[in-house]
């Protein structure tokens, strides 16, 4: 065991850190001092002024390889830069479905000529990319999917519906999983897609999810026409029919740490640790210091996962608990939060938006229900 | 940063959890609920005297392993998923330090107030006033009381026990207050070897008991509940380990952390303890599965040596000065 920090980590650390405050600060005076939130359509153009500061400071994907618009992070490197990220108070990133969710999967899938076309613009917030997976009768049950996608001359011809797409009305492109043979069932006959929204046949349309904002939207293909080069580098990830195989990497990255780092909850805990200490009750007082636990257990599990994934193992079925620790854990955060608020929970603000939002961890990425059963099969065993 | 037991750490934890496996199975646990006092196993004892758990944290020029908590903290974790009934908290990890090696079973008052294997005991480390000493348990008036438990084996101070001829260990309040962290976070190592047993167990058992023509274990309730243990142990267990970490080195952290994980090992073991039996159903309801071993052993450790609302308090303490 060794839990400390290198000198070069540490240095690491010392200029992600000096770097967003003094780029935070800068970006919230250009936007008037309180930017919007990124779920809305002008917080959302605010955001992607943000995300491209990051990018040219090279913190926009720390972790991918220099050529595509990283620094070649090691995963401790990474880690510490969510942590500072948060601690900084930076904002949610209006990019992570594509940095965290389907990256992943191009790293792994993806061609030479995919990885070089469509990397770099994604790290640049050029190319803004949303999860097209859940349809009106497929949420949790993803291998349920009915839109289609037809081979023609020179593309494909997709039809069906795909809907709580998050920030799909802002995003410029969607990735996401079609029936390409008619005949199929379940997980056999999918495949991956990459789709401009700007193609012919494909509308979107936002709707509001929880708290109000235009985060979501539901995107309609009828009859679109996806060009076999509409993306460079080819609109297919992985082969025609292997979708499922591709999908499945990038939900191991959705439930495990990549999309929701340790760094947040840490950041969220001490915020309350802080308004705790100033409300004096001993029972929410309590409550603060077991929320922090709570959040701390997850950073040193995280880092015992981090280091057998340094050792080249690969992420399991343990992403199951790592999800349905970190979304009970943020709702657990808020409703003390709004208790800790009290009669001011009701206002319309940080901590009732961020308990709202909260809400919906349980939901997506797999309900909580689906990782349990998850985690009792595949993790100890019991019968399915 | 490496967060992971070395393969040293690793060796020796194998090692001990091998030897309890084939010497303390639930049999010699039942055994002793039985045996007379005086009559506690002294072969495993001496086993694991022998494989250098009982001295680990004793420097080598005086006879020990000259190891740290990192050490025997895991092994402390497989002592408790065999429901080992030995004092081996109170002897290896809070005796050993201030008495040094073969110092045979000692136990002591620092946890509270029901001495575990008093009746057993060469040696008693007691709390006077600020100081501790070390008591010779047969000039001691002690009461042996009834616990849930019988393999605790436990005795209380008479009242007004008279320790004046007792031999004074220190009176240095840094290392009463080590002894006290280090006594909290070998019971939430060994509450996490319990909660570990219980979920194996019970795993073991909802896959093979069969209702509705089905085993149990495929039912979706039932699933829930042991997923929610298994949760709580992976984030647990590296929470115990962090302040093994932080106890070696004294850091300045050591009360949030090992409260923090005394906390967790108390929740997380009440909660496996509750989901085992409730899983089990009425067979587990019973003296005759072995199942009330281990629930029984959890309804004392989550309240010696503090319990939730106290560990919970000294980090809120430490958080918010």
């Known amino acids: 065991m060794d839990l400390t920090w290198s000198p070069q980590e540490e240095a690491f650390r010392a200029e992600a850190r000096t770097w967003l405050e003094a780029n935070l600060a800068e970006w919230r005076a250009a936007c008037g001092g309180a930017p919007a939130s990124g779920d809305t359509r002008e917080g959302f153009a605010q955001h992607l002024e943000w995300e491209r500061r990051l990018f040219e400071g090279r913190w926009a994907a720390v972790s991918w390889p220099e050529e595509h618009g990283g620094r070649g992070a090691s995963l401790w490197e990474w880690l510490i830069f969510e942590e500072e990220y948060y601690r900084a108070g930076a904002p949610p990133r209006v990019t992570q479905n594509g940095i965290f969710l389907l990256a992943p999967s191009i790293f792994e899938f993806g061609t030479a000529a995919q990885q070089a076309g469509i990397l770099r613009r994604m790290a640049a917030a050029e190319d803004l990319w949303c999860q097209g997976w859940s349809e009106p009768d497929a949420g949790s049950d993803l291998a349920s999917v009915r839109s289609t996608a037809r081979r023609v001359d020179g593309g494909w011809v997709l039809d069906g519906q795909k809907t709580w797409t998050t920030r799909g009305a802002f995003c410029t492109h969607l990735f996401g999983l079609f029936r390409s043979d008619p005949d199929s069932e379940r997980h056999r006959g999918l495949t991956y897609l990459l789709v401009p929204l700007d193609a012919p046949g494909v509308t979107v349309r936002g709707f509001g999810r929880l708290d109000g904002d235009e985060g979501f939207a539901e995107v309609f293909f009828d009859d679109a026409f996806l060009a076999d080069d509409a993306v460079p580098g080819g609109v297919v990830l992985g082969e025609p029919g292997q979708g499922w195989k591709v999908a499945m990497a990038t939900t191991g990255s959705e439930r495990g740490l990549t999309l929701r780092s340790p760094g947040r909850f840490l950041a969220t805990a001490e915020r309350l640790l802080a308004l705790a200490a100033r409300a004096g009750d001993p029972t929410l007082r309590r409550r603060a210091a077991t929320a922090w636990m709570h959040a701390d257990a997850y950073q040193q599990q995280t880092l015992a996962t981090v280091t057998r994934l340094a050792a080249g193992a690969r992420p399991g079925a343990e992403a199951s608990l790592t999800k349905l620790w970190w979304s009970e854990l943020d709702v657990e955060l808020h409703r003390l939060a709004l208790d800790l608020l009290g009669p001011d929970a009701e206002l319309d603000g940080p901590w009732s938006k961020g308990w709202q939002f909260a809400l919906s961890g349980p939901i997506y990425a797999g309900t909580n229900e689906i990782q349990r059963n998850i985690a009792a099969e595949r993790v100890l065993g019991l019968p399915r | ?321």
Not at chain 2, 104 to 118: E, F, Y
Not at chain 2, 164 to 181: F, I, K, Q, S, Y
Not at chain 2, 292 to 315: E, N, P, Q, S, Y
Request: charged letters at 20%.
């Open chain 2, 1 to 321: 940063m490496r967060f992971a037991l070395s393969p040293d750490q690793e060796a020796f934890r194998d090692a001990v959890a091998d030897l309890l496996a084939k010497a303390c199975p639930p049999a010699a646990v039942r055994a002793a609920w039985e045996a007379p006092p005086g009559q506690l196993d002294r072969s495993l004892w001496g086993d694991l005297a022998g494989m250098g758990v009982l001295s680990v944290l004793v420097p080598e020029a005086d006879g020990g392993l000259g190891l740290d908590e990192t050490y025997l903290v895991p092994v402390l974790e497989a002592c408790g998923q065999a429901a080992l009934p030995h004092p081996v908290v109170e002897t290896a990890m809070v005796a050993a330090p201030l008495l040094g090696a073969d110092i045979g079973i000692v136990t002591t008052d620092l946890g509270g107030p029901n001495l575990p294997c008093a009746v057993d005991a060469d040696a008693l480390l007691l709390r006077c006033g600020d100081r501790l000493v070390r008591a010779d348990p047969a000039a001691v008036a002690l009461e042996p009381v009834e616990t849930v438990d019988r393999a605790r084996r436990a005795a209380r101070l008479a009242p007004g026990a008279d320790l004046t001829d007792a031999e004074p260990v220190t009176d240095h309040p840094a290392e009463v207050g080590r002894a006290l962290d280090r006594g909290a976070l070998g019971t939430a190592a060994v509450l996490v070897g319990l909660a570990q047993a219980m979920l194996d167990r019970t795993v073991a058992y909802v896959a093979e008991r069969h209702q509705f023509g089905v085993p149990v274990g495929s039912f979706q309730a039932v699933k829930h509940h042991l997923a929610d243990v298994a949760l709580a142990l992976e984030h647990t267990r590296p929470m115990v380990w962090r302040a093994a970490w932080t106890l070696a080195r004294d850091l300045p952290t050591r009360a949030r952390d090992v409260s923090a994980a005394k906390a967790m090992a108390n929740e997380a073991a009440e909660r496996a303890a509750r989901a085992a039996l409730q899983c089990h159903g009425a067979i587990g309801y019973t003296v005759e599965a072995d199942l009330h071993l281990f629930l029984k052993r959890t309804w004392a450790l989550t309240r010696a040596w503090g319990d939730t609302a106290h560990h919970t308090d000294r980090v809120a303490d430490a958080l918010m000065p």
